[in-house]
């Protein structure tokens, strides 16, 4: 449905993450093999080699199909390469996080629920899907985070695409 709404969005409608943007300090939820707790996102990547990818939302096709899987399946390659944890961000609550990490088996990757939109707003890559009844999302995007600083990153030019954000390409940049 997705790619038939907007094969290609427009620059204006896609925002995105950079090389040298640093985690904000914001209020999430973090969903960890099944045990919700609170997080500031600042303090969740300090110290810490992540990668961390976002979803435009859980329980959508490629979002489940392709992307969260893709990830799940390369978490031993992500460790191999340094990675200390893979996190995956939606603009949904912590407990569709929480639904959607059970129904996909998404052992390993911890969920984060950007309720708000404030994380996603943050990172700059808020985009507005209200055209397609899906209100504010997350574009999706992948990006190595070093400390809280992004060190690597790659946005879709569509919700509908999952190329540039997938594990393998993020693989391929560390």
Do not use: Y
Not at 58 to 64: E, L, M, R
Not at 159 to 171: D, T, Y
Request: charged share 15%; net charge negative.
């Amino acid at each position: 449905m997705l790619a038939r709404a907007f094969p290609r969005l427009s620059a204006a409608f896609c925002r995105s993450i950079s090389t040298g943007t640093r985690v904000p300090s914001v209020a999430i939820q973090v969903v960890n093999n099944g045990e919700t707790t609170d997080a500031d996102a600042a303090d969740l990547f300090k110290g810490k080699k992540v990668v961390l990818f976002g979803v435009p939302g859980a329980f959508t096709p490629v979002c489940s199909e392709q992307h969260l899987p893709g990830f799940v399946a390369a978490l031993d390659q992500f460790k191999a390469k340094g990675v200390d944890s893979v996190m995956c961000m939606s603009v949904n609550d912590k407990f569709v996080m929480k639904a959607w990490g059970d129904a996909v088996n998404a052992s390993g990757v911890q969920l984060v629920a950007d309720g708000n939109g404030t994380l996603a707003q943050g990172l700059d890559v808020a985009m507005d899907l209200s055209v397609a009844s899906l209100g504010v999302r997350c574009n999706r995007f992948a990006a190595v985070v070093e400390d809280g600083v992004v060190t690597a990153s790659a946005v879709e030019n569509s919700p509908a695409e999952h190329n540039q954000a997938s594990a393998q390409n993020v693989l391929s940049m560390l």
